[in-house]
């Protein structure tokens, strides 16, 4: 860096494996660590049982901050190209830590028998998750696997991916808000999962997602909140709220549920409900299906309706997007045409689902509660008054403790000279979005530019008038619970020539030379050299002058300087001003 700080770190990590590795091991607890600056994951666990993390800390993680899987492979659904792990985790729980500036996954976690619908009773809650999957940039924060586990009560931001992403059966996915994410993805979720009829009854239930954009307009734009991809089947979605996205709900399976949700501002399609995509198992017979599940009567006892659906004819064809239930929910000031296909209207349930401009039914919507007012119409059928809104997002003491905004580039002081300025700070836990203020004074009263921006940076058009501007950052974090907005310091800097240079003819064949020091506050020495071309290029002559040049302070060249005169034989003078081998401004023509 530029700028001497004496009490600046640099750390490099050389550990590409974990931190900790735990493999058949039983009751452990790790709790109020910080695990930060690692090339690899900080801990990796298999065949475990018991194991509890809880107020700690995970940041600078180069991979995966937490894994846990397993060694033994599922016989159920084998051939699925995403295939489970059997025994891999029970009774683990991973709660109320922050997990921020993560390379890939912030938590996977494996656990339960999908071959006998063991569940495993893992649970992620109540943690932070803010900017994972940052450099292996399809990788979820959480990756979901197994039979019976369950993610509550999280707060999930920024993030280029999904915020979840989840196989197997009978998980819980409920009491989260999810915001910033997908943001530099298309064709995925911030909820997803797909292309399987094995794996079947998760719940998807009172999560707030919101600000569901990408960074950059995408041309596909296909990012709905929750994704049931390539005839996933059996899922249900029910009580949440969605708020700002494109898409609300996107399946083309069979046998999906999503009822008594309320979406606000869906920007291109409500319940996008195609008419059917190719599950990759190819179970969608009969013939085939029993090859794919350990013990079959164990699932037609489970999921009461899946033997009908499996020996039925219909099944077969799965492009009628079939069985699937849509009802009760509420749609407000959406701009996206509803996308419900027409075979789901003759072949499912679709009832009492409401469009509304009125945004005066929510209780509070200028600070996020778009719980439904019990004097609505709509109270019936979605959350209401009586559902107490605190429930959602993270409920234990755990908390943002905002980090500051560090300005990096342009330094304080700095002396640059462009067009359009590279402005770097660093990334803030807490912050999923900053606004950079650039200002020709210190009040920020006389403005020159202002910019929201998800990242560290930002490219901003600045004159090159030797002005000293200012500019500052503020960070901004738009949950619901989190919501505040910090500054960060105020930093200063010159941009324009360091050193300036007029010059001209005169009538007696002499040249008036006149340099300005704009840039160098302890004032400059230079040299000025004149140099006589003859038409052909060549060099005839060069008077070199040194001087000192005072800090904003015009220094006329004179004779007493240097010989000004110029040759009769010159076609051509230029002006140089260097510092040794430096030159400090571009060259000036005379003739």
């Excluded at 899946?306 to 077969?316: G, K, P, Q, R, V």
């Excluded at 324009?496 to 004032?523: M, P, Q, R, W």
């Amino acid at each position: 860096p530029p700028e001497k700080n004496e009490s600046s770190v640099l750390e490099i990590s050389k550990l590409k494996g974990s931190m900790i590795e735990i493999k058949e091991a039983d009751n452990i607890a790790f709790e109020g660590i910080t695990f930060e600056n690692t090339r690899g994951n900080a801990v990796s666990a298999q065949n475990v049982e018991n194991i509890t993390i809880s107020d700690c800390t995970f940041k600078n993680i180069g991979v995966d901050a937490l894994s846990f899987t397993g060694t033994a492979l599922a016989e159920t659904d084998k051939n699925y190209w995403q295939r489970q792990n059997v025994d891999a985790a029970y009774n683990c729980e991973v709660s109320d830590n922050i997990f921020f500036n993560i390379g890939g996954h912030a938590v996977v976690m494996d656990g339960g028998n999908v071959d006998t619908l063991t569940p495993g009773n893992n649970v992620i809650k109540n943690n932070i998750f803010n900017r994972c999957a940052q450099t292996i940039k399809n990788y979820e924060t959480i990756k979901l696997l197994g039979c019976g586990n369950s993610i509550l009560n999280n707060n999930i931001s920024c993030a280029s991916f999904s915020a979840i992403r989840h196989y197997g059966n009978d998980h819980v996915i409920s009491y989260n808000e999810i915001y910033n994410v997908i943001q530099e993805t298309d064709d995925c979720g911030a909820i997803y999962c797909g292309r399987n009829t094995v794996q079947r009854g998760t719940v998807i239930s009172y999560n707030y997602l919101h600000d569901l954009y990408s960074t950059e307009e995408l041309p596909f734009a296909h990012q709905p909140a929750i994704y049931w991809d390539d005839n996933q089947t059996g899922m249900k979605a029910e009580y949440n709220i969605i708020k700002d996205a494109k898409i609300n709900i996107y399946t083309n399976g069979v046998d999906n549920n999503f009822s008594n949700n309320t979406s606000i501002n869906i920007k291109k399609t409500n319940m996008d409900i195609k008419n059917g995509g190719a599950a990759s198992n190819a179970n969608t017979e009969q013939s085939t299906f029993a090859g794919h599940i350990a013990n079959e009567s164990l699932y037609f006892e489970k999921y009461a309706n899946l033997s009908d659906i499996i020996s039925s004819a219909d099944i077969t064809a799965p492009s009628l997007a079939k069985y699937n239930i849509l009802k009760d929910n509420l749609n407000v000031a959406g701009t996206g045409a509803d996308g419900i296909g027409g075979n789901t209207q003759t072949y499912g349930t679709v009832s009492n689902n409401t469009n509304s401009s009125d945004m005066s039914i929510f209780v509070d919507a200028a600070n996020q509660d778009y719980r439904v007012k019990n004097s609505s119409a709509y109270a019936a059928t979605v959350l209401n008054e009586d559902f107490d809104i605190e429930k959602i997002g993270v409920v234990s003491n755990n908390a943002f403790n905002t980090e500051k905004v560090t300005l990096a580039a342009p330094f304080n002081g700095e002396k640059t000279n462009a067009d359009k300025i590279h402005f770097v700070w660093n990334y803030a836990l807490g912050a999923t979005s900053y606004k950079i203020t650039v200002a020709k004074d210190a009040n920020f009263e006389n403005i020159v530019a202002s910019k929201e921006v998800f990242y560290n940076y930002a490219d901003i058009d600045v004159e090159r008038d030797s002005s000293r501007y200012y500019w500052k950052v503020e960070a901004r974090n738009t949950s619901r619970e989190f919501a505040a907005s910090w500054q960060s310091d105020v930093y200063s800097f010159v941009n324009g020539e360091k050193i300036s240079v007029t010059a001209g003819l005169n009538a007696d064949n002499t040249v008036s030379v006149n340099v300005i020091n704009n840039f160098y506050e302890d004032g400059k020495n230079a040299d000025v050299y004149i140099a006589q071309y003859d038409g052909g290029g060549r060099l005839l002559a060069v008077n070199k002058a040194e001087v000192a040049l005072d800090y904003m302070t015009e220094t006329v060249l004179t004779e007493n300087d240097v010989d000004l005169s110029i040759s009769s034989q010159a076609a051509k003078v230029k002006i140089f001003v260097w510092e040794g081998e430096t030159p400090l401004a571009d060259p000036t023509s005379v003739k």
